[in-house]
């Protein structure tokens, strides 16, 4: 079992649509990434949260740290927003932090 | 403009060739980290340096060397003793320490011929 599992790993909706990606980790972390991916392969960081909620325009990204869970929301989805959306969480090994990525949910946004 | 440059987009070699991928980032980050991604898995981390002169290795190191002469530069040489070298490599900084929001480099796709 991956120590970060992300679901669904492909979305497809329709313009406008409220969009949400969910992030479960089995291990201890101190803070969490969501990254997002565009078709050429660019990596953008859109938060870094260790606890409560944090928005972005339209982008929410929530996390409870009791539960192990992130969730990352897209509000009235747009076409540019398709994408590949990545979690990684800060864990520790050794004295290093240390991060580690899921799998990535491929976004798809039509018309 | 402050960012992270990588070079080449792309890159062919043959086997049994060493290759050298560039990364240069102009963002004063300390810290630097080289990552390889493959179709269907997390991206996985092969060496990382949180100061000029020193470096770490990640979970895949073998077959891979780095340098870290200085803080802008993290070049990456993929040697033939990697196995299965054709993969998206990305580079990344941040501000020590390596939990810290990382930024990105657009990515080098090599393929070995």
């Known amino acids: 079992k991956n120590e970060v599992e992300q679901s669904p790993q492909n979305l497809t909706a329709q313009e406008g649509e409220f969009i949400t990606i969910n992030c479960s980790y089995s291990v201890g972390i101190s803070a969490l990434h969501w990254l997002q991916q565009h078709p050429g392969g660019g990596i953008v960081s859109l938060f870094m949260l260790s606890s409560g909620k944090k928005k972005h325009g339209r982008l929410i990204a929530t996390i409870n740290i009791q539960e192990k869970h992130s969730s990352l929301h897209i509000t009235a989805s747009h076409p540019r927003d398709s994408a590949v959306y990545i979690c990684?969480?800060?864990?520790?090994?050794?004295?290093?932090?240390?991060?580690?990525f899921g799998t990535g949910t491929r976004l798809q946004v039509t018309l | 403009d402050g960012g992270i440059t990588q070079s080449p987009k792309y890159l062919f070699r043959k086997e049994g060739q060493n290759v050298t991928l560039s990364c240069e980032q102009n963002?004063?980050?300390?810290?630097m980290y080289w990552y390889r991604q493959d179709p269907g898995q997390g991206l996985r981390l092969i060496y990382y340096?949180?100061?000029?002169?020193?470096?770490q290795k990640g979970d895949i190191a073998e077959g891979y060397s780095v340098s870290r002469e200085k803080k802008e530069s993290f070049p990456l040489t993929v040697t033939s003793a990697q196995k299965n070298p054709t993969a998206f490599y990305l580079c990344a900084s941040s501000f020590a320490p390596l939990g810290n929001e990382q930024f990105f480099g657009p990515g080098t796709r090599l393929t070995v011929l």
């Open positions: 340096s949180q100061i000029v002169n020193d470096f």
């Open positions: 990684a969480v800060v864990g520790f090994t050794g004295t290093a932090s240390k991060l580690t």
């Open positions: 963002l004063n980050h300390d810290a």
